[in-house]
């Protein structure tokens, strides 16, 4: 069973960038699609970008969109989101989540079974 552990939360002012990262152990990283998500306060848990295990495809929200990045290395059991002209908005905490189940990418966080403890990321205007 992998277990997973962000890092690289913090603070950055509007426009700024922030990278983070997820590191798995206890499993094979590699059978893994991993997504991240976040969750603003009073607001449920929306979905934020995943990757594949199979091609390194990757789905992202709208809102998200040639702002954001996904990407992984199996080799380092890690998957970052590396999060450029952040907005206000992107205030949250970000989780890591690992699906092993299904060959397709979801958006749905009822599909991942593994989750990390997850980070702040706090956008000043």
């Known amino acids: 069973q992998v277990q997973l552990a962000e890092s690289g939360g913090g603070l950055a002012q509007a426009g700024g960038s922030l990278r983070l990262s997820c590191t798995a152990s206890g499993g094979t990283f590699s059978r893994y699609n991993m997504g991240w998500f976040r969750q603003a306060p009073g607001k449920d848990r929306e979905f934020v970008a995943a990757?594949?295990?199979?091609?390194?495809?990757?789905r992202y929200a709208d809102s998200v969109k040639r702002r954001f990045a996904i990407s992984r290395d199996n080799a380092k059991n890690t998957v970052y989101l590396q999060m450029n002209s952040l907005k206000p908005e992107d205030t949250a905490v970000y989780s890591c989540a690992g699906d092993s189940r299904r060959y397709y990418l979801s958006e749905g966080p009822n599909n991942y079974a593994y989750w990390g403890q997850g980070t702040q990321v706090t956008v000043s205007s």
């Open positions: 990757i594949s295990r199979t091609d390194n495809s990757t």
